[in-house]
């Protein structure tokens, strides 16, 4: 199975900062990466798909790069509602995998 | 609009079966591919199933194959998953989502989360 480490696992901003996440796949996966945000006691929600795409209502303050191995999500000027938790997911192919998570907090 | 409604969830003794079920709305259920994923209170996410609109191709995590079972009902506009010898290590919240969009017969992204449903595991 493809192994996908995300990192930081954690970290604290303040409002208006710029935050980036990655994820590092264990083996190339093209572009098929997803990225999730989840508030507590929440579904997680769809923020960029196959890597770059934005997500129909999704701020444009958020956005995704990355191909092969290594992508990351990018938070620009960080607001309150984005204290959450965010995910990876590759589906380059079965079974599936998410990364570990990485715990927004805001200063 | 898309919603996924789960139930089926509840406390179950190790060894025992469950059948979680997600009634969808809002869309051509017959059309999308479906998944389960899961989440262990307080933990990550980890994908668990998933299934081809009509049936045909059914994948699974290696922690859940061979004793959970993926299926639908397109008439009925549902999902299930049927657990079989329930452990400990499957307490976790339960959501079932659809796929974002499928291509060359391959699917893409989880665009739409049910709410989840919890089941326990224990004795």
Partial sequence: ?107 | QVQLVESGGGVVQPGRSLRLSCAASGFTFSSYAMHWVRQVPGKGLEWVADISYDGTNKYYADSVKGRFTISRDNSKSKLYLEMNSLRADDTAAYYCAKVKYCSSSRCYELEYWGQGTLVTVSS
């Fill in chain 1, 1 to 107: 199975a493809i192994q996908m480490t995300q990192s930081p696992s954690s970290l604290s901003a303040s409002v208006g900062d710029r935050v980036t996440i990655t994820c590092r796949a264990s083996q190339g996966i093209t572009n098929d990466l997803g990225w999730y945000q989840q508030k507590p006691g929440k579904a997680p929600k769809l923020l960029i798909y196959t890597a770059s795409s934005l997500q129909s209502g999704v701020p444009s303050r958020f956005s995704g790069s990355g191909s092969g191995t290594d992508f990351t999500l990018t938070i620009n000027s960080l607001q309150p509602e984005d204290f959450a938790t965010y995910y990876c997911l590759q589906d380059y192919n079965y079974p599936w995998t998410f990364g570990q998570g990485t715990k927004v907090e805001i200063k």
